[in-house]
């Protein structure tokens, strides 16, 4: 089965080219005028030269166009924007990082990459666009518990104090606060809390 398969991937862009090769060179040696005194002139048994130009620049335009369409696809491809998205975070390019994880929702619309726009919108000061990529990601079911505690902090940046506290108290009741070892921003939040007139 391995060797259908080696044979198969091989067939179109190494054992054809090179066969096509072997035949444009088999018929030059046929077509060579033989020199004796039985010949009449110089014969010619193989294709035509139009055809032995024509067979190997339409495989070569056939086999670009596939290679060019692949790349053009993988290039536009949902994990090819969230790759892009992830090496342009790690480069500090938060505008670049916006625009991919932009581009891959429009590909799929997922919850967890809703979540990681709105770090990035955040973390770029763009609050209310974060908090509507927030509220998207808790629409989708994101798992992460924090989104709670980050929408609250959202809703405070942008005054909107009772939302805020709502999302505060949902925080203070998630598995992350409730467990022995709670997550530092628990006590964050109850301050929040206690701040509330």
Request: charged fraction near 20%.
């Amino acid at each position: 089965m391995a060797a259908w398969t080696i044979a198969a991937l091989l067939y179109p862009l190494i054992t054809l080219p090179l066969y096509l090769i072997a035949r444009l060179f088999s018929h030059r040696r046929d077509a060579a005028p033989q020199v004796g005194p039985t010949q009449t002139g110089p014969t010619s048994t193989g294709p035509s030269l139009l055809w032995k130009i024509l067979l190997p620049t339409l495989y070569a335009l056939l086999v670009l166009s596939l290679v060019a369409l692949y790349y053009y696809h993988d290039y536009h491809s949902l994990d090819a924007h969230l790759a892009r998205a992830n090496q342009a975070r790690l480069l500090n390019q938060p505008e670049r990082t916006i625009s991919e994880y932009r581009a891959a929702l429009l590909l799929e619309d997922d919850a967890h990459t809703h979540n990681l726009l709105a770090t990035e919108l955040a973390g770029a000061g763009l609050w209310d666009d974060a908090l509507a990529e927030m509220r998207a990601a808790q629409r989708g079911a994101e798992p992460d518990e924090t989104l709670f505690y980050r929408i609250a902090n959202a809703l405070d940046t942008l005054n909107r104090r009772q939302e805020a506290a709502r999302e505060y108290q949902n925080f203070l009741n998630t598995r992350l606060c409730t467990q022995s070892l709670p997550d530092p921003r628990c006590e964050n939040a109850r301050l929040r809390l206690q701040a509330q007139p």
